[in-house]
């Protein structure tokens, strides 16, 4: 529980700080009721969304509302946050600069008063990035978590450089590597993967998606412990407070992975993984498979769970 309050009192602070230090159209902006439906709202394409543009604050509120994001993340989850944000400018690049992306087309919104209410929460969302927490008393909610990537891989001279979701693609691979044909034919649900993930933005999911693929308890022991890494990597994107928790809730439960897609190389390629309260998925099919989404689900308590306005 210490380490719950600690997280919470932490996230607390920095959306004070990151409200205080705006003027009054922005505070306007950002900081919006928790019962504004905006809350369950969730994207990550490329378009306006409640709150208030890291493009319209200045340096020192940029850095605070960045202060807040990293509230959530680990170390390690920050960085590919942050490179995912960079890669905007890539990508306009590489559309001829036609779209005027760029790395500061993201919105902060508050949603209640961090320093009143028991129930308030926060969302930091733009194009392929949307990290959404809800605090409800003493609990962190951290879901829906959503990175993507595009391009999902920058080559120099060959040779990958730049790759943000490169584990999360790697260990998948390295999995159905060695869970044994028997069970590799269970896990391939279809031979062509779909243009997305399946839950897409939808705020509310409620059933399973099926066919759901090869279950755990199937898996020989190399394929069980690469699994486990891999929801782990999905799991470590969050600050050590949450990753611990969610480690110690998804222990000994029983998962399912399936995988969508030929299993070559640089082909589109799908995959996901359930189990009680969870749903992980990934997708790389889009421009030539080099356009990763990627996210990570409780259903049952996604923005807070149904309990919550």
């Known amino acids: 529980m210490h380490e719950h309050v600690t997280i919470q009192a932490a996230m607390r602070s920095a959306a004070i700080r990151f409200l205080d230090g ?8 950002a900081f919006l009721p928790f019962t504004d439906s905006a809350r369950r709202w969730f994207t990550y394409l490329p378009r306006p969304r409640a709150g208030v543009c890291l493009a319209d604050l200045n340096s020192g509120e940029r850095k605070a509302a960045r202060r807040l994001l990293a509230t959530a993340l680990s170390p390690s989850g920050y960085a590919q946050a942050t490179a995912i944000m960079a890669l905007e400018e890539v990508l306009d690049r590489c559309e001829g600069w036609r779209r005027g992306r760029h790395d500061h087309d993201y919105w902060i919104a508050v949603f209640g008063d961090p320093a009143r209410d028991d129930s308030w929460a926060w969302r930091w969302e733009g194009h392929h990035l949307s990290v959404s927490l809800t605090l409800d008393g003493n609990q962190v909610h951290p879901t829906p978590l959503f990175f993507g990537a595009h391009p999902a891989t920058v080559r120099v001279a060959g ?11 790697d260990l998948a691979r390295a999995l159905m590597e060695a869970m044994g044909p028997q069970a590799r034919r269970q896990a391939i649900v279809a031979g062509t993967a779909p243009s997305d993930i399946r839950s897409s933005t939808s705020p509310v999911i409620t059933a399973p998606i099926t066919p759901a693929g090869v279950g755990m308890t199937l898996l020989n022991q190399v394929s069980k412990g690469l699994l486990g890494r891999l929801v782990a990597v999905y799991l470590s994107r969050l600050a050590g407070e949450l990753a611990a928790r969610e480690t110690t809730r998804l222990a000994g439960t029983e998962m399912f992975f399936a995988w969508e897609g030929p299993l070559r190389p640089e082909a589109g390629h799908y995959y996901r993984i359930q189990g009680p309260g969870l749903l992980i998925e990934y997708d790389n099919t ?8 990627t996210v990570l689900r409780y259903p049952a308590h996604d923005f807070g769970g149904h309990a919550l306005p």
């Not at 040779?159 to 693609?169: C, F, I, S």
């Not at 421009?287 to 990763?292: E, K, M, Q, R, V």
Request: cysteine-free.
């Open 22 to 29: 705006l003027d009054e159209r922005q505070r306007s902006d």
């Open 159 to 169: 040779e990958r450089v730049l790759r943000p979701l490169g584990p999360e693609e």
């Open 286 to 293: 889009a421009n030539d498979a080099n356009h990763a989404h």
